[in-house]
Structure formats: structure tokens, C-alpha cells
């Protein structure tokens, strides 16, 4: 008895597992952003491209209407069926819990009966059109992993546009056109997603597959197609990421079209179900949504695998030495590179591209973790420590850095010492034979010390280019100190 069990559970596993198959996780991989391995020199971190979880964004989005007062419900409202002009048994009142249809109802969770959903106002005003604009913020920059998928409780749409922000909705470009007949409604010729080539997938068609038809029991959902774009160059399995990952790294704007901060659905028509409005019941055409889902992940530049939702707001927890709500900046003492996207490429652990550390040294570094101050940093020979390392961008200017007995500041480079004087900052007497100096230094007092043998060059780290002028005043002080004895 126990075996046609087994044979069946088999088959249930196969069956799931092809499933699971067909449209694996799009962006499955990059779940770590660090970690621990042995090296030559011991216990070191080995840092990985990452990124957070698909989730369902619509938990964190907020959610506008234009107008604002076109859901229905105020004043109450007797609604008849778009099949069925005589079936006007659905009533809509803002002030009874259960006849209310705020907008909420687009968002919850759904599989209740019956089904909640938001619906507008009916197209009491024809011939003015119905048209009513759904916009959803995020707050934050996120990426789409998934079809955007709407669920319609009324007939779909006869003319939509949906629409994408990538700056807090300031600017609109749209992301696709949905029409009964495209050539009439946005003169354009009716395309799928099917017809998308690899050349081609940035292009915004019109499609008439989501708005022919107004049998609402079956033709309910309008998509705009996310994974079907994905397959181009992944595959129609999205089995080869590692050539759609490929494209993302290197092509600015198609790592764009897939990244949003705001959606805006503009519903510009209802279903009418024939071709004349039948003006003596208008109170058949309407809108109503009950389910949207959008299905992504923050935005983190590849430097954070986790996202929160903070005191109503999404924001990245950054690695990588990164900050800002999505990693898009380094840290405050860790600019000793400059802050670059990760990237997915090579498969599977991607490049971290990590801020580094802003350290200086009287000796100096090869590592990487040390900033590369050949570029930025002189080395006085007449220094006890021969590479104490001071500013070349500042040596001097007219407020701190001040070119003493006389001098000039030269472009903030050097100081042009007067006569008798040298240093970087002429502070010491050019001394030309014994007893010259205190001639020299015109009544200042001299420096009397023992002999004193140099220090040795410790590494000395500073967190922020603001010190470099520290550094340089305690490099002049240790001249002087060590320099200016008789």
C-alpha cells in the first residue's frame, strides 16, 4: 500500500520541482555581503557584491489619488453590473464599514469572501471622461523583480497608461500602453512583450491583450511584464543570469528601466462592454482594483543585503563602508577610494568595490588599505622622520598655514621665503655659519634643547583630510623643535 504513496509523492516533487524550474528567482544570488577567510597574514574579511530579498513592496508604498475625492461612497451610491444593466444590487457608502471601498483595499491581503477591493465613483459626468490617476510612492529607490500585476474587481480598463518615476515623482516616462485599439486611443500599433527583441526592450508599446473582453469572472488581471523582458537575455527559463547580469553592469539604461521611486497607474477609460455608452445607466461604468502587486527590492547599489522599514521609511543597512538610503555614498573617514557601484560580474560573488580607509603614514603603504597619497601628499627631506607625509593640495594659505617672516604663499603650494629664512613655512633662519641664527630671527627666542634622536616613523592614521593641516603643524613644530638650536 505504501508504494503507490511514494510513486505518488514523487510525482507531486517532480511535478513542483519543473515548476519551480520554469521561473526560478530572478534575482536569486548575492545574499551575503562578507565574509571571514584564512590568509597568509591570517583571519581576513573576503567582501561580495549583495543584495536584499524580493519582497512585496506594496507593504511599504503609500498610495494617491487624483482627484482625490473619486472614490465612491460620498454621497452613497447604487451600482448595477456591467452584464447586466438590471442588477443594480451593489451599494457603495463611505460611512458603513462594510459597503465602504477606500483605497486600502487595494493593498491587503486577499483569498477573504468577499473580496475587497477600491472603486471609483460612477461615470455620472459622461461625456466627461472618467479618469482617475493612482500613484504610488515608495520613498526610495527600488528595483523590480517580478511582473506588476493589477487585479480588477470591475471590467479591466479600455484605455490605461501606466507610468514610472525615477525621481520622486517629478518626471513621468511610461512604461506601457493598454488600449482596446491602440491605433485609435494612443495611435500607436499594438504590440506584446512577445515582440520584444534584445534591441528592442527598452521600447513602450501599446497592448491590446489586457483590455479586450469584459467578462469579469475571467479576464480580470492587467500585467506589465517583467520577467518576460528578463528572458531575453537570461532565457525563457531565466536559466543564463549570468548574461543578464552582464547587461545590468554595463548598461546604464536598462539597469534603469527595471528601477523605480513612484508607479502611477492613469485609468483613462472603464470597460464600457459595447461599442456605445448607454447614457440612461451610467451607473454600470466605473473602476475598481482589488489587488496590485509589485514585487522587488530596495535599491542598495549592491552594497547591502537588507532593507528596513524605519519610521515609515525604507532605507538600506549599508556594508561595504557605504551610507545613505541607498548606499550611494562612503562614509565619513572612508573616502581613500572613490565610491562606485558593486557589480554582479564574475559570477557568483560579484566585486564589493568597498570604501577604503583614509589612513596616512610616516611610512609608506602598499596595501590597498591605505590611501594612495603619492598623488596628494610632498615628503620634506629636512623632516626628522624622512617621510612624514604633510598636505601638497594646502601647504599653506593666509589664515592657518601662514608663510612666516615675511613670506608668500605661492598657490597654496609652497611659501616664497624672504631673504635669510627657508622651511616650508620660512620658519627657520637660513643659518650660514655659527652664531647667525639668533641674528637672524630678529629677537625671537631660540630653541634650546639637548640633542634629541629621531623618532621613529610610526604609523599615525588620520579619519579625515581636515587633519592633513594638523599633520603638517606637527611636522613644522618637530622641525622647529629639532632644527632650531644654535
Not at 35 to 61: F, H, N, R, V
Not at 240 to 247: E, I, T
Not at 351 to 375: P, R, V
Amino acid at each position: 500500500m505504501i508504494w503507490p504513496l511514494l510513486f505518488t509523492l514523487q510525482a507531486v516533487c517532480a511535478s513542483m520541482s519543473h515548476a519551480m524550474q520554469h521561473y526560478p528567482a530572478a534575482w536569486g544570488h548575492y545574499d551575503v555581503c562578507k565574509s571571514q577567510i584564512y590568509t597568509e597574514e591570517g583571519l581576513a574579511w573576503d567582501y561580495m557584491a549583495c543584495q536584499p530579498e524580493a519582497t512585496d513592496m506594496t507593504k511599504y508604498l503609500r498610495v494617491a489619488l487624483d482627484p482625490p475625492n473619486i472614490t465612491c461612497g460620498d454621497p452613497p451610491e447604487t451600482y448595477c453590473a456591467l452584464e447586466n444593466p438590471y442588477m443594480c444590487n451593489n451599494e457603495c457608502d463611505a460611512t458603513t464599514k462594510e459597503l465602504a471601498h477606500p483605497p486600502e483595499l487595494m493593498f491587503d491581503f486577499e483569498g477573504r469572501n468577499p473580496t475587497t477591493f477600491w472603486q471609483s465613483s460612477s461615470w455620472k459626468k459622461y461625456p466627461k471622461p472618467l479618469q482617475v490617476n493612482l500613484t504610488l510612492s515608495w520613498n526610495k529607490t527600488i528595483e523590480l523583480t517580478d511582473d506588476i500585476v493589477l487585479t480588477f474587481e470591475s471590467g479591466r480598463p479600455e484605455q490605461m497608461v501606466l507610468e514610472k518615476s525615477l525621481d520622486y515623482g517629478r518626471t513621468w516616462t511610461p512604461y506601457q500602453f493598454y488600449a482596446t485599439d491602440c491605433l485609435d486611443a494612443f495611435t500607436m500599433e499594438p504590440k506584446t512583450a512577445n515582440d520584444l527583441t534584445q534591441r528592442t526592450l527598452l521600447d513602450i508599446i501599446c497592448t491590446e491583450d489586457y483590455s479586450r473582453g469584459y467578462v469579469w469572472k475571467n479576464d480580470k488581471t492587467v500585467r506589465f511584464e517583467i520577467k518576460d523582458r528578463f528572458a531575453l537575455f537570461a532565457g525563457p527559463r531565466l536559466h543564463n543570469m549570468a548574461s543578464l547580469y552582464g547587461q545590468l553592469d554595463t548598461t546604464k539604461n536598462l539597469r534603469d528601466f527595471f528601477t523605480i521611486t513612484d508607479l502611477r497607474i492613469k485609468l483613462l477609460k472603464p470597460a464600457t462592454g459595447a461599442t456605445m455608452v448607454d447614457e440612461n445607466n451610467l451607473s454600470r461604468y466605473f473602476y475598481a482594483i482589488s489587488d496590485i502587486k509589485v514585487q522587488g527590492r530596495c535599491k542598495c547599489n549592491l552594497h547591502a543585503n537588507s532593507c528596513v522599514f524605519d519610521k515609515g521609511k525604507l532605507g538600506c543597512e549599508c556594508e561595504h563602508n557605504t551610507t545613505g538610503p541607498d548606499c550611494s555614498r562612503c562614509k565619513r573617514h572612508y573616502h581613500g577610494r572613490a565610491w562606485s557601484v558593486g557589480s554582479y560580474l564574475p559570477i557568483p560573488k560579484g566585486t564589493a568595490n568597498i570604501c577604503k580607509y583614509i589612513s596616512i603614514s610616516y611610512e609608506h603603504s602598499n596595501s590597498d588599505d591605505f590611501l594612495n597619497i603619492s598623488d596628494l601628499l610632498i615628503t620634506p627631506s629636512c623632516l626628522p622622520c624622512p617621510f612624514c607625509f604633510v598636505s601638497a593640495a594646502r601647504v599653506c594659505d593666509n589664515a592657518m598655514l601662514r608663510c612666516q617672516n615675511g613670506g608668500s604663499c605661492h598657490h597654496h603650494q609652497r611659501c616664497h621665503c624672504s631673504p635669510g629664512f627657508t622651511g616650508v613655512l620660512c620658519e627657520r633662519a637660513r643659518c650660514q655659519g655659527p652664531g647667525e641664527c639668533d641674528d637672524q630671527l630678529s629677537g625671537r627666542a631660540s630653541f634650546h634643547h639637548p640633542p634629541i634622536t629621531s623618532p621613529p616613523c610610526a604609523l599615525v592614521t588620520f579619519g579625515d583630510f581636515t587633519l592633513l593641516k594638523g599633520c603638517l603643524l606637527f611636522c613644522q613644530m618637530l622641525h622647529m623643535y629639532y632644527y632650531q638650536a644654535p
